[in-house]
């Protein structure tokens, strides 16, 4: 409830990964805070931009973090992590997403065995892993380990649309330009009350357009050059 301040409750060993997560749930904290004036209707926002505050955070701790560190075997560790988290969070939830399009679209034709469950599972995952890749057996079955199938189906599509998203901000951020502090903080004030078409408006930004995607991408690619030409 919006009246209700948030808390995070945090398994936290000081390893960058629980930066990066303090980082990310911090980020729903104050999205949640900011638009709590929206009201209990309001405030929550559809699955578009539900994860823009806590993926911008991360990037901003991540930015944070790498300029700091000069040791280039840290500076490598940290930049193949992060490399690994856009990957999951872009490619990887993208291929959670074809497997439940696949699944949900065959639940047409009548009700699926398990066995053909564990198929389209392996074929998604083979063709967005490729072939470097082996699945272990049993992992036919690990579709059944996230959660999101089952109590919310189709969010995942949110992850890799807030990456990009965010991607495509920061480099608007990056751009130094002026104001956007207060044009981020009127976005996530807004909570659930606006089309993200109204939201991003204002940083020149329109997800219609491929280039608002290529530009989003083109971070995770500057990343992973940044990556090769790191030598620890
Ligand atoms: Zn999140």
């Not at 000081?14 to 990066?20: F, K, L, Q, T």
């Not at 991003?200 to 500057?222: H, V």
Request: aromatic share 12%; proline share 5%; charged share 20%.
């Amino acid at each position: 409830m919006p009246s209700a301040h948030p808390y995070l409750m945090l398994n936290y060993m000081g390893r960058s990964r629980d930066i990066m997560t303090l980082a990310h749930e911090l980020g729903h904290g104050v999205h949640q805070r900011l638009a709590a004036a929206q009201g209990p209707i309001l405030s929550n926002t559809p699955l578009t931009p539900a994860e823009t505050a806590s993926v911008f955070g991360e990037m901003l701790t991540f930015r944070s973090l790498l300029d700091k560190t000069t040791d280039p075997k840290q500076r490598f560790a940290l930049l193949s992590s992060k490399v690994e988290d856009m990957l999951n969070t872009v490619v990887r939830q993208i291929a959670f997403y074809t497997f439940e399009r696949r699944v949900h679209t065959a639940r047409r034709q009548g009700e699926l065995r398990t066995e053909e469950i564990n198929q389209i599972w392996l074929d998604v995952q083979a063709e967005s892993l490729g072939e470097a890749i082996i699945s272990n057996e049993g992992y036919d079955i690990f579709w059944a380990y996230i959660p999101h199938f089952i109590h919310s189906p189709f969010y995942v599509y949110a992850y890799a649309f807030g990456d990009c998203l965010v991607n495509s901000l920061y480099a608007q951020y990056e751009k130094a330009n002026e104001g956007f502090a207060e044009r981020y903080f009127e976005l996530l004030k807004a909570g659930g009350s606006k089309h993200h078409s109204e939201l991003l408006a204002p940083f020149g930004l329109d997800a219609k357009d491929p280039k608002f995607w290529s530009l989003g991408l083109s971070m995770i690619e500057g990343l992973i050059d940044e990556l090769e030409a790191t030598n620890p």
